[in-house]
């Protein structure tokens, strides 16, 4: 997964989780390589 895919994903996808929940959100993802 590119830097760009994950901005894509995370705009569209995760927008609702808190910011201050953003370090563990790309991990938590099924998506993350």
């Known amino acids: 997964m590119t830097d760009a895919d994950i901005v894509v994903w995370y705009t ?9 929940e953003d ?3 790309f991990d938590a993802s099924p998506l993350h390589p």
């Open 23 to 25: 370090d563990g959100v």
């Open 12 to 20: 569209g996808s995760v927008h609702h989780i808190p910011r201050d």
